[in-house]
């Protein structure tokens, strides 16, 4: 068990509906990753909040939005679903600012299906 | 721009037999960090190992052991004795340390490991 807590599990929704993935980072864990894995596009890196303020960004779509929140609980926001959304979104936690610096803890994933 | 090649889309060997994933990487930076990642089929991502750019000494843990070599780019993963429970989707990937590089990992495409009884 990696420490990082993500719901829900699962998501079925339908395209042009919004959805909210949310995750709870490792106790004493600052940076917050947001990761999406596709089929077609592999692991891909979307955001990165550390102790509440954006750090980096990777491919994140306009649709997409994200905060990590005072308790440091992440939550993405994904909106006007199309098809291509389903995949499974990962959150990832660590210690320091960098990914480089301290190693990235992640969570079991949510999977979201659009139908 | 950093890079992150897995060759072996998938590999399938027999319970007991050393297996070798390979990975080879690209990047402009002297400081760097390669990780080694596992997916089960229950889909979680397990960190294994993390090795700085200026450590190219062999690691061994158990049955894993990591083979690091600066001069050909590459990062490879060795199994010895491989079990049923070994197989997973493997990642390798790469942070860089420069600003913008240090805030993500870039993941090669994985290896998908099946280990036949």
């Known amino acids: 068990d990696s420490g990082v807590t993500q719901t829900p599990k699962h998501l079925i929704t339908a395209t042009g509906q919004r959805v909210t993935l949310r995750c709870s980072p490792r106790s004493g864990d600052l940076s917050v990753y947001w990761y999406q894995q596709s089929l077609d596009q592999g692991l891909q890196f979307l955001i990165q909040?550390?102790?509440?303020?954006?750090?980096a960004k990777g491919n994140i779509l306009e649709r997409f939005s994200a905060q990590q929140f005072p308790d440091l609980h992440s939550e993405l926001n994904l909106s006007s679903l199309e098809l291509g959304d389903s995949a499974l979104y990962f959150c990832a936690s660590s210690v320091s600012w960098s990914s480089y610096n301290s190693p990235l803890h992640f969570g079991n994933g949510t999977r979201l299906t659009v139908t | 721009a950093q890079k992150v090649t897995q060759a072996q889309t998938e590999i399938s060997v027999v319970e007991k037999e050393d297996v070798t994933l390979d990975c080879v990487y690209e990047?402009?930076?002297?400081?760097?960090?390669l990780f080694w990642y596992k997916q089960p089929p229950s889909g979680e991502l397990v960190f294994l190992i993390r090795?700085?750019?200026?450590?190219?000494q062999n690691e061994i843990s158990g049955r894993y052991s990591w083979n690091f070599q600066k001069s050909t780019s590459s990062f490879n993963f060795t199994i010895t004795a491989s079990q049923v429970v070994d197989s997973a989707v493997y990642f390798c990937?790469?942070?860089?340390?420069?600003?913008?590089?240090?805030?993500?990992?870039?993941f090669g495409q994985g290896t998908r490991l099946t280990i036949n009884p």
């Open positions: 990047t402009r930076d002297t400081t760097y960090y």
């Open positions: 090795r700085n750019s200026f450590d190219e």
């Open positions: 990937a790469l942070s860089e340390a420069g600003y913008q590089g240090a805030q993500k990992l870039v």
């Open positions: 909040y550390y102790n509440g303020e954006e750090r």
